[in-house]
């Protein structure tokens, strides 16, 4: 078994609060690096897009590096896929069904379409409804709820 070590900044706490690293925006600049075991062998998959590597089905180990980048520097980050979702977790929470057609009806109310027909139209909510929270839980740090 190949054991993956990454080497980069480990205060995380100032990477989840202070940066962009868990909204769903398009990663074009500086993606998701994702270290995956392969039996004997590393496979390195770039990832652009938050929601896509948190639903990819890897295990919770999977060794994660990111730049982020500043006015001046850039630093690289490593974390594992655990890491990553808790502090997904932690900055949304988890919603409640009833919660959620909240959400479907004001997607409705908003747009004239149907999140639950599936499709494409499923994938256009999910980052309608990933953007609204977002936008949610920076009015309540803002206290403009």
Not at 5 to 14: A, C, P, Q, V, Y
Not at 109 to 118: D, M
Request: proline share 2%.
């Amino acid at each position: 078994m190949v054991k993956i070590k990454t080497i980069g900044r480990e205060d995380l706490e100032n990477l989840w609060k202070n940066s962009n690293i868990l909204s769903h925006f398009k990663r074009e600049h500086y993606p998701f690096l994702v270290f995956v075991q392969k039996e004997d062998e590393i496979e390195v998959v770039i990832y652009k897009e938050l929601n896509n590597l948190i639903c990819a089905n890897l295990p919770e180990t999977t060794r994660i590096m990111i730049q982020w980048g500043g006015n001046w520097r850039s630093d690289f980050f490593h974390f594992s896929l655990k890491e990553l979702i808790n502090a997904y977790n932690e900055k949304y929470p988890i919603i409640e069904n009833t919660e959620m057609e909240k959400y479907y009806e004001l997607y409705h109310k908003e747009t004239g379409k149907n999140a639950l027909w599936g499709g494409s139209e499923t994938k256009i909510f999910q980052q309608w409804f990933y953007s609204k929270r977002e936008l949610e839980a920076l009015n309540k740090e803002k206290g403009c709820e």
